[in-house]
């Protein structure tokens, strides 16, 4: 039997993979032996080393000399899945006698354990072990499908979990940036002068690994373990395949152009009508259509009611298909049981959505009544927002579409949440601080509009500019990351994705049935989609707040400017905290800065300018850092005193600002305010005016710049 | 030459290393050969390999044999430090052929290294090499003094950084946690069925070697590298001593009887003298009279002004001396070049106590200045606060030594702050949430009382039970840990150290000339003592605000009641994240909490009573956690509904927590108020009667939770 060469070339041999597959899937298998994971691999041109299957003692010692010696023997049988437990495998042979003997052994050992097992022979393979032992595999993850993952053997991907996910396919250059990001990583690029490794060899094997389990599903996991990692290049030594042929199906997908169609007139409806609409004070049917109303929705508005003429002084409708016009949305405000029924009609009136209020559906068990209404919405066509959901509000159209109070601060964020006590979080922490909003939606049981589907629309929504969403689950992970990646480079999306810890994944699972993948899953892919991940809610509602007001930067140079050396130190740990680095100021810029200084004080970066100086110190320094071009975001840490008061500071700052702008020169500046309580309303003043500004926190204005640059960078825009 | 047992047994030969140290001091050196080493790792019972001393290559051979092939041999020379880079140490010599070869090339690389270089031989040793790599070392630290190190060896050290500090000496018990707070520690207990080492062999090595550097201060640094640990011993391969005979001078110490005799003088004068107290309006020494004067401060209050004969309707004098009574403290809001001839004057007075408030000192690089002021205070035993502060305040004694405005909110939080900027931070923040404040006080420069002082005092004052300090330096660490120590049994103390980041560190460095230690060492000492670390100003703040309202858990079990299951989710993760765990709750109280929730609500914990309920079913869950004696603490996810507005909320909250109490029930109880803006009274309402609660956050309450176990568990209540 010849030896076959560590490589097959760059091209995929896709006739190959399948036949080796079918064969499988013909003999009933759900792993490949061996030498037919070695066919798949060098059919996609993953290295692996030289290796020959030897059928006697005899014949495996004449390929251990042909192959080189030392080699690894091991045994061959596809009943046999964990070789090393059925003492199948024996390493570092080293002599012809050794070989032989490995064989005997090996054989009886496999009979020991499984006398019933087809044992097809001994494969004899080149041993490899130069170099860094790294793990490289494939899965299929429940929420993003086909996935894969990369991390150092041994103990630290044991014991400390070092390793990275991304979504599959993953190009070249995507696969070069996993193999970077573990956090021991100087250990491939090499330690104490050592060579390193060959990374690009590396990214290539995960990149055509990525690509294998791409063309065949059926390959529900693939294990490269371990690739041994050299200067010059990464051979894959042991391989093992876990099929699937009979995968569950994927979800529903709809087209761009059918989502678009269908929320551009759930956002923007012409005619509402309001299932269940009644005069009765308490009812959320009475709620709601109070708030249309009050809300200042100026389309048609019908109310729907039985029993009732005339409800919140509109004509009422025993029936929506008593409706004499269109029908863009219906909001339902009656029992669960009756929800089925109503919406056949709504089906048939040719509306393009039904908001799903009411409770008692799939979060209390009654999963099959909330199939049922999915599947007289799909039979119509009709989009469900829901059920379980307080509503949805879209500014633009002053619509309040939801039993809440209304909403009417109008700006550019837009607010999802999964779950309604956080919508109302939402709700009043947005009125506190005036937030500007486009949008606030509850997706609740999501039994068919997700946050794949929003994000399309609000990512083409002109009256949008930053979108912020709370969520437990994906349903469809790949779909969200594909409707991320087309948002992410026009306007910033900011996730709070709940269930992060083990804890938390087990509350999720009690709250919605949910199943929350591992964090570690979402947090590398999400990244991978430019998304900005938020780590509690209050940063969701801050980072929605305050990434609209904030330009984006041009560039990474940040510069703090402060009155009180005490915040300068705070900020300055906030920057690194946030991914950020403080510019290194050079000598002409730092000796410009110096002119406006007490000698005492310290340029460089921080430039603390210290505490005693006049506003017009603030505003010489602030204005040199606004019109530098070297200089690309501005971090103020302003110290409370009698010489320069807060509101004067905030003026100050304000104009400062608003003359840059009015050059031309439009970039990110955040504040911190040490002080009496006045630096409260001054804080609020900046803000108005686009400076992010906060008073008793040296974190948070440097968390939202940072926030902004994580976005502006997976936009492309630095 | 005979070789050497292992160890000597377990007790210390003070008499050897002495004899040792002596030698090399005489000889001027700063480092031990690895004989000395040895004999100085046997005096105090630190396993080392079985070695000998060899002068020739055929005593080398007899020795190896002796010991056991295969050894190590190691150049022996007092002129040698770094002996692998001179080419003087070969392992792994496995046949006396090898030993006689390597003997002779190691001889020769060391003169070719260093023709004048003291060769006393070579050093063969038995090989150890079982088992896990691991590094011991001992150090001394600018601020702390001598300090221990421990981490795994190889990448894990070097890459990761994976290594853990303790303040020398270290108990067995302390060396014990010390090695079980790596974050790879799990390879130590045995991974992969693996036996594991001996933790109670590293234990004892690390608190041998650090009773050894505190024995001898001259050993500057020890590196035990590598110790190899099997699964029953722990031995020292190599061993790297460092010799200082001339360490700085220790920092000037107080007792404790002196810190408390001055600090009670000063927090509860019986008179003031305010140096430079002036009618002038805008003039510091105006502002402090008058605070001090409008504070409500009912001692004496002696103006000192040459140039007026009265000052704010108070009688004034031209000098201390002409003051009639005593004077406990005086404050100071003259120019910097005038401090010190006045302090002559307020020491003669016999005052305990001069509040520094002029900047121009240290700060400013007028270091001198500083000094010779310092010296007069020290001079006529005057303790300093500042100089370059805003002063401070103490509520019991409605004393606002300040140029800022008063402070009258009384309370057992004592905040200290090194910045003037933090200081009006905490300030205002303080006065905006109505936080009941004992103290606030600057430390300024430092130049005399420093945190171990204030904690000093604050530990043992009656009015204060919690403290929090923003520091950016210690000017003595080891004197701060040993209050620390003292108080943290009967109080809180939180630290926010700024400059934890490089960039943060190097600003600090500018802003006050501290020279910032390593973060990582005084994250694991400030913990070894106790403290509860700050990760921000904002945390700080809250912190301080917040941990003297709870009451201390009295055990691990945390149970979480939420009416907003996503509420719960989130609650959940913070939970986790905040280093606690929920409480498995045992099926008859499951039962219990289930009998009062609808059928769909999820029982387990979090305790889910879904969004809809009415005001009793809060508050029969919340009677249940309260009066169930397996519950230790609550954390309440609140989601506002019509049918229990926020409110009303509050109020059974109160209600329910009141009667518990009048029970002798005293739970720490926090809350997660999500909704429209009424929650933020509803959350006022809440903390103003003891339950710490929070709007729009599911994170804040849970960190104050978790901030108040970390402070349980330092304090030995758990």
Request: include cysteine; charge should be negative; glycine fraction near 10%.
């Amino acid at each position: 039997m010849a030896t076959q060469p560590a490589t097959t070339g760059t091209g995929h041999d896709s006739a190959a993979v399948r036949a080796v597959l079918d064969r499988a899937r013909q003999e009933g298998r759900t792993s490949l032996t061996a030498p037919e994971g070695k066919a798949v691999a060098d059919a996609y041109g993953i290295p692996t080393p030289k290796e020959a299957l030897a059928t006697s003692a005899d014949e495996a010692v004449s390929l251990a000399v042909e192959l080189g010696l030392p080699v690894v023997a091991k045994i061959v049988s596809p009943d046999i899945l964990h070789k090393t437990e059925a003492g199948g495998v024996e390493v570092g042979l080293e002599s012809p006698q050794e070989v032989a003997a490995a064989y005997r052994r090996i054989v009886a050992n496999a009979r020991a354990h499984d006398a019933e097992a087809r044992i097809d022979g001994v494969q004899i393979q080149q041993q490899v072990g130069a170099g860094e032992e790294v793990i490289i595999g494939a899965t299929t993850d429940v929420t993003f499908g086909k996935i894969v993952v990369f991390g150092l053997g041994g103990v630290l991907v044991e014991v400390l979990k070092d390793v990275t996910f991304r979504l599959a396919p993953v190009s070249h250059e995507e696969a070069l940036s996993q193999v970077g990001d573990i956090k021991a990583a100087e250990i491939l690029r090499g330690v104490r002068g050592g060579r390193g490794v060959d990374r690009e060899a590396l990214a290539d094997v995960i990149s055509r690994l990525s690509q294998l389990v791409t063309d065949f599903p059926e390959i529900a996991e693939a294990d490269l373990n371990p690739v041994f990692a050299s200067a010059s290049s990464a051979v894959a030594a042991d391989l093992r395949f876990v099929l699937d042929f009979d995968p569950p199906a994927p979800p529903k997908r709809f087209s761009r152009e059918e989502i678009l169609q269908a929320t551009n007139r759930i956002f923007k409806p012409a005619s509402i009508a309001i299932i269940g609409a009644s005069n009765e004070e308490g009812k959320i049917g009475n709620s709601v259509i109070k708030n249309v109303v009050n809300g200042g929705y100026s389309g048609e508005i019908y109310p729907i009611n039985p029993k009732a003429d005339e409800v919140y002084g509109r004509k009422s409708y025993k029936s929506v298909a008593d409706v004499p016009g269109d029908v863009d949305v219906a909001i339902f405000a009656i029992p669960a049981k009756f929800v089925a029924g109503a919406l056949e009609e709504v089906g048939a009136k040719g509306a393009a959505g039904a908001i799903l209020i009411p409770s008692g559906f799939a979060e209390t068990g009654e999963q099959e009544l909330q199939d049922e209404v999915l599947a007289v919405a799909r039979r119509h066509g009709v989009r469900l927002l829901g059920p379980n959901i307080y509503g949805y509000y879209y500014t633009p159209e002053k619509l309040s579409a939801t039993f809440c109070t209304p909403y009417d601060v109008a700006g550019g964020t837009a607010l999802t949440s999964q779950s309604g006590g956080i919508g109302m979080a939402i709700l009043g922490y947005s009125r506190s601080t005036h937030t500007g909003v486009s949008a606030i939606v509850g997706v609740g049981n999501k039994a068919d509009i997700d946050e794949d589907d929003l994000l399309t629309f609000f990512g083409q929504d002109d009256n949008t500019n930053a979108i912020a969403m709370h969520l437990e689950d994906l349903k469809d992970g790949r779909a969200f990351v594909e409707a991320a990646r087309e948002v992410v480079p026009k306007k910033p999306v900011v996730v709070l994705k709940a269930g992060r810890t083990s804890a938390g994944a087990r509350a999720a699972g009690s709250h919605t049935g949910a199943l929350a993948g591992d964090d570690k899953v979402y947090d590398d892919i999400l990244r991978q989609a430019g998304v900005v991940r938020a780590p509690g809610l209050n940063e969701l509602l801050e980072f929605g707040r305050a990434l609209p007001v904030l330009p984006a930067p041009k560039g990474e140079n940040v510069v703090i400017i402060t009155g009180a050396g005490g915040s300068g130190v705070l900020l300055s740990d906030a920057v690194v905290d946030n991914g950020m680095s403080l510019y290194e100021i050079p000598p002409d810029l730092d000796s410009a800065f110096r002119a406006f200084i007490p000698p005492f004080g310290a340029a460089g970066n921080p430039v603390d300018i210290t505490g005693g100086e006049p506003p017009s110190t603030y505003e010489k320094t602030i204005r040199l850092g606004l019109e530098d071009d070297r200089v690309h975001a501005l971090i103020l840490g302003y110290w409370h005193t009698i010489v320069t008061p807060p509101m004067v500071f905030a003026e100050v700052v304000s104009r400062v600002v608003e003359e840059a702008r009015a050059k031309g020169i439009d970039k990110p500046v955040v504040a911190s305010l040490s002080g009496d309580t006045e630096v409260e309303a001054a804080s609020a003043y900046l803000f108005d005016r686009g400076v992010v500004a906060y008073p008793y926190t040296t974190e948070k204005p440097v968390q939202v710049l940072g926030a902004k640059y994580r976005w502006a960078r997976a936009a492309g825009l630095l």
